[in-house]
């Protein structure tokens, strides 16, 4: 293991109050559409069919600009760890936090879009130091992807998932990680592949929610469930993913709404929260108004939407089809994400798939969703891929 680099330097985040000031004065004099012309329609998913429903975004602007406590999110970042350092010219934020166990792994977690590394500050305690000392404890490193919350906002064009999973692997080294295990979902699980395909040497094995199939595969053998995740799959992408048209191609001209309205990134961000929760009306039934805050309120402080969107200009459809994973595999499939790979395709690409799991509940968001299970679960993947990478 090498010494960690000296150039990495403690980070606190701490935003002005000025910004907080601005912030709650933008809510209060915010501009709003009339209600949607669904608003009769019973709770359930067709209340959300035009987008957010005005009566449920007035109710969190409202808590957002009188209760919710940025400084809480702040504290907890604090006591977590964080630190910057810089990579190939940009400077990348990152949670740092070690076990004391002797026996932890390093563990990477890369979040995605319209994540951050709010996603991850819930669970990271148990998976340092797990209350089951039976169970694997990590050594846990949290980056901000690029042009996303502390991290630098990239200046040119180049920042794919390529060139950020060459990134993680310096950033791994650099704390002193030669070796270590990944994990991540949407963008995260791209690039945790990205990691394991080019990098096998660093990376131990690998837990993803994201086990995108390489293409031009038939559904010929796959079994009713697996034909019928195909096809859900599929009526996504051509049917509810406008918004990664949008910032595949526009990127700057959805980022001024993006940076100039907070209540328009909180409506761009909040109806992927509430289309992709496994919900049946609204993303607070498993998810708190606070986490959701937090997510929001990280993009709006850091003058993130636009930068973040870019992530989609860069990589959208560009993971390499010829591109293999050799290293243990761990993929869990919750039923209400957006993508979900059958077995069967994903064995073409993941070759060593030492454990597979499909929950009966949970969506897009796991570890803010069903977090217990997410910890469970993360902990019973990643112990099988190392029991197989000895």
């Known amino acids: ?218 559904t010929k053998g796959l079994s009713a469930a697996e034909r019928e995740w195909a096809e859900e799959t599929r009526d996504f992408w051509q049917h509810r993913a406008a918004y990664a048209k949008q910032q595949a191609s526009r990127p700057q001209t959805i980022g001024y709404s993006l940076v100039d309205s907070p209540v328009g990134l909180l409506a761009w961000i909040l109806d992927k929260f509430a289309e992709w929760s496994d919900t049946e009306d609204s993303p607070f039934e498993s998810i708190s108004r606070d986490r959701i805050l937090d997510d929001v309120t990280l993009y709006w402080l850091t003058r993130t939407g636009a930068s973040a969107a870019r992530i989609y200009y860069e990589s959208h459809n560009s993971l390499d089809p010829e591109l293999r994973v050799d290293v243990p595999a761990a993929i869990t499939m919750y039923p209400r994400d957006i993508e979900k790979t059958p077995r069967p395709w994903a064995q073409e690409r993941y070759r060593r798939i030492v454990r597979w799991n499909s929950p009966e509940s949970g969506g897009h968001f796991p570890s803010l969703e069903v977090p217990a299970y997410f910890v469970k679960d993360l902990q019973e993947g990643l112990a099988a891929v190392l029991a197989a990478a000895r």
Request: aromatic letters at 10%; charged letters at 25%.
């Open 1 to 218: 293991m090498n010494r960690p680099d000296s150039d990495v330097q403690t980070f606190e985040a701490h935003a002005d109050e000025a910004d907080l000031d601005d912030l709650r004065a933008r809510l209060s004099a915010a501009r709003l559409p009339e209600a949607e012309t669904v608003r009769g329609a019973t709770p359930g998913a067709g209340r959300w069919a035009q987008g957010v429903p005005l009566a449920d975004l007035v109710d969190l602007v409202d808590y957002w600009r009188t209760d919710y406590d940025w400084r809480a999110f702040e504290a907890r970042l604090h006591r977590l760890g964080q630190f910057r350092t810089t990579i190939d010219g940009l400077g990348i934020h990152f949670l740092h936090c070690r076990s004391v166990r002797a026996d932890a792994t390093p563990l990477l977690l890369t979040h995605g879009w319209p994540g951050s590394i709010a996603e991850f500050v819930d669970v990271v305690d148990e998976l340092v130091d797990p209350k089951d000392d039976d169970a694997p404890a990590f050594h846990i490193v949290v980056p901000s992807l690029p042009g996303f919350g502390y991290s630098d906002k990239p200046a040119t064009t180049g920042w794919g998932t390529e060139r950020i999973a060459a990134a993680w692997v310096q950033l791994m080294e650099r704390l002193g990680y030669d070796r270590f295990a990944a994990h991540g979902g949407d963008w995260g699980g791209n690039i945790t592949t990205v990691l394991a395909g080019r990098f096998p040497e660093h990376v131990l094995g690998i837990h993803t929610l994201f086990a995108e199939a390489p293409a031009g595969l038939t």
